[in-house]
């Protein structure tokens, strides 16, 4: 990518973080700065991993001469629909312990930001449409997805299994739902498992497409 505007990712994040601290109170505020908090962290953590080769290297070069992360090298241009789905559809709700009302605040955020980097022009039209629409799904799922891992977290330690066979920690595309029963995708490897038992009001909240973070164990009897 090409960063056309003279300015990294962090100092986009402070002029964003500033305008909207002389429109909001002290508490809305928080969540914002919060939000951006997390997002920096996720940036500098896991966007490098799908640089290409040349900024790849750009950036070793920078955080071994001059300790500069992710956010403090590349421009507005590197955000984009991946990394907010990144951001918002695998971040957020397996790497980070929060509240419910504050996923529903990262959403709110995250929606704003993407608007406001679009008027100011950090983001061009098309990038801005598809990163919009992400946004506003991922808004919607978030808070649902992330009941719906509360949720089998409970029913894992009130069901405990004495011996698994197998045992899968990772990431998980969810990739289809029957009352009762689902089925996934591992993200890192790809290997499809199912059907997983679950309470039919767990699996009813369930979409195909989701994301979540699980530790499946096989005892056996599917």
């Not at 983001?123 to 801005?128: L, P, T």
């Not at 799922?141 to 009130?158: F, I």
């Amino acid at each position: 990518m090409q960063n056309t505007v003279e300015k990294t990712i962090g100092e986009v994040f402070q002029e964003f973080l500033v305008e909207q601290r002389a429109r909001l109170s002290p508490k809305i505020y928080s969540g914002y700065e919060k939000t951006i908090f997390y997002f920096k962290k996720y940036l500098n953590g896991q966007a490098p991993a799908y640089l290409n080769e040349e900024d790849e290297g750009l950036l070793a070069k920078l955080y071994e001469k001059e300790d500069k992360e992710y956010c403090e090298v590349f421009g507005p241009a590197y955000i984009g629909s991946s990394e907010m789905q990144g951001f918002l559809g695998h971040f957020m709700i397996g790497s980070v312990v929060a509240s419910k009302a504050f996923i529903k605040t990262v959403g709110t955020v995250m929606a704003k930001l993407v608007k406001w980097m679009y008027e100011k022009g950090y983001m061009g039209y098309g990038e801005y449409k598809v990163t919009s629409d992400i946004v506003k799904r991922l808004k919607v799922n978030m808070p649902v997805a992330e009941e719906v891992s509360d949720l089998m977290c409970l029913y894992a330690v009130n069901n405990p299994v004495a011996a698994c066979t197998e045992v899968l920690d990772d990431f998980f595309f969810i990739t289809g739902t029957e009352p009762g029963k689902l089925w996934f995708k591992s993200r890192q490897t790809g290997k499809k498992v199912g059907p997983v038992i679950v309470p039919e009001y767990i699996s009813s909240m369930c979409k195909p497409g989701w994301t979540i973070c699980l530790l499946l164990g096989k005892n056996g009897k599917v």
